[in-house]
Structure formats: C-alpha cells, structure tokens
C-alpha cells in the first residue's frame, strides 16, 4: 500500500512537470553539425540550440574555466525550460560533463540530464578499425584529458589510441578560413604528426564538432582508404536510443518541430556563418545570462 503510493505520488510528479525543448550546447558553430543529425532524425522534437561564441573557443582553456562556463550554460537551458541537454562539444564533455552531472544536478530539485558526445562515439569507434590503431583528433583539452583514450579502452581494450591535439583548426574555422591556403598548411601539419605516431592507423575520429568543416581537406592528406568519423550521426543514434531507454525523460521533451538558435554574441555574425554549420537559414537571437 505503501509502495503504491510513492508510485502514485512519483507519477504525479512527473506528470506535473511542463514539457520542455531539447538543449543543444557548443561553445560556438560546431554542435550545429550535431544538432543538423539531430534533426534529421529525431524531427518531432523542439530544439533550443547555444552557442558559447563570446567565450569561444574553449579548447585552450583550463578545467576550472570550462567547467565554469559550461554550468552557466546548462543552467540557462533549464531556465529556458529544457530537462534535456546534450553537451554537442568534445571539449565541454571532457572537461565539464562529470562534474555537472554528479555535483551540479543532484542539487536541482527537478529531473534534468545532461549528455555529452565522448561515450556514444567511443562505444562503437573500435567497429570501424581492422588494424586496431585508431587516431583521434581534438582541441588541446579534449586531447589532455585523455577522455577518449580511458572511454575507448574500455569498450575496446585491443584497440590502440593514437591522440593528436589539432589547436590551430577551431580559431581557422571559427574565423571562417576553412577553405583557405593557411587551413592546408595547418591540416597537413596535424594529420602528419598523428601519422608519425603510427602508420597502422585506419580510422580517423574527429572528435571535435567544428571540424567536419574540414572534411574534404582532412581527406586529402590522409592515406586512401582510411576511415575518417565524424559524430553527427553518431550522437543522433545515441539519442534515439537513449530516448527509448528513459521514457521518464521522452515524456518530458516537448514536439512540435520547432527550433530556436541562441548566441552569446553578436545575432548577425551567427546568423551569417551558422548556416554553413547548419546547412540552413539560422535565425538566432541573443542569449542573455
Ligand atoms: N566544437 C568543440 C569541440 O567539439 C570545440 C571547440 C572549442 O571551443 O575549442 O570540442
């Protein structure tokens, strides 16, 4: 009688709770890779997009700073009503996500998850590789951390982990020199040194959400045949799992297929270069802390 109870009152809970978007955070264009997947697949849902792009890139930044500024964000996605916020940056994920979800949201009376993009893409990277030398790419944070070296390794421990830190790729895309005769100096520079650490390498994760915007050029200096990753689709399959697995949260995602864009910094400049992460018009508007 008594457990029946706590069921009901549970349920209650539950179902008093208003139904919120989807958060979607990067440090600035790069989860717009991730969220195009996301939509792709998952379009019923509402989305609130941020971008950290007053702060951005995080990718130099010590633990301390990006754990700091990843907690403002999330918490201005609870603000805006979302229980659900996917961390679409490497560098937020290895350096914030732990901390936020087992310090910051036990201490919110409500049901709030917080997801990143390391687990989902090191839980299946090993099935791409025959020769079981896998090179990541990353920021300088992601790489130190090591996160995805440990998260691999236990999915995979016969698999090797060759990690190269990439820091000049993010400042050159975010500053729209993707294409550009500097971005082919600096691509060369980076994929080389992870090829010197070993030739066996044949599957190449970018485990950063910017540099899909390199793509072509990666695949220009890296050997014929190797398979080169990327985590958008990844992270949309992740999340349809992950939606089946929790009903609790699915009923707390609000549909209606609507998306919003919000920026820490300028609306204009966002507008301009977010649609070459998004493939589409992006209309954004200011986020205010
Ligand atoms: N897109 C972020 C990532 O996946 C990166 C960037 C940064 O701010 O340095 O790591």
């Not at 997009?49 to 990718?59: E, H, K, Q, S, V």
């Not at 698999?159 to 500053?175: D, G, K, R, Y």
């Amino acid at each position: 009688m008594h457990c029946q109870k706590i069921v009901i009152s549970l349920f209650e809970y539950f179902t008093m709770q208003t139904q919120g978007s989807i958060g979607v955070f990067d440090s600035g264009y790069g989860g717009l890779t991730v969220l195009k997947e996301i939509v792709k697949n998952l379009p019923q849902y509402n989305y609130v997009y941020l971008g950290d792009n007053a702060r951005a890139p995080y990718g130099n930044r010590s633990f301390d700073t990006v754990h700091q500024y990843t907690k403002e964000c999330v918490d201005w996605f609870f603000n805006q009503g979302c229980h659900l916020v996917i961390l679409a940056c490497n560098t937020a994920s290895a350096k914030a996500l732990r901390t936020i979800q087992q310090k910051h949201l036990p201490t919110i009376p409500q049901i709030k998850r917080v997801l990143g993009v390391i687990r989902p893409t090191a839980e299946i990277i090993g099935n791409f590789s025959t020769s079981k030398h896998v090179g990541v790419l990353g920021t300088t944070g992601t790489i130190q951390s090591n996160s995805y070296k440990i998260e691999i390794n236990k999915f995979f421990p016969d698999i090797q982990v060759h990690q190269q830190a990439c820091p000049m790729w993010v400042p050159l895309i975010e500053n729209n020199e993707y294409n550009s005769r500097g971005a082919d100096y600096f691509v060369k520079e980076y994929i080389n040194q992870l090829d010197q650490q070993n030739p066996n390498i044949d599957t190449i994760l970018l485990a950063c959400t910017h540099y899909p915007l390199l793509l072509n050029k990666i695949k220009e200096y890296t050997p014929v045949g190797t398979n080169i990753i990327t985590q958008g689709e990844i992270v949309a399959n992740s999340l349809i799992d992950y939606l089946q697995r929790h009903p609790e949260i699915e009923t707390l995602c609000s549909k209606g297929n609507e998306r919003a864009f919000y920026t820490t910094d300028s609306i204009e400049d966002f507008n301009q270069h977010a649609s070459v992460f998004y493939g589409e018009n992006v209309q954004s508007k200011l986020a205010r802390f």
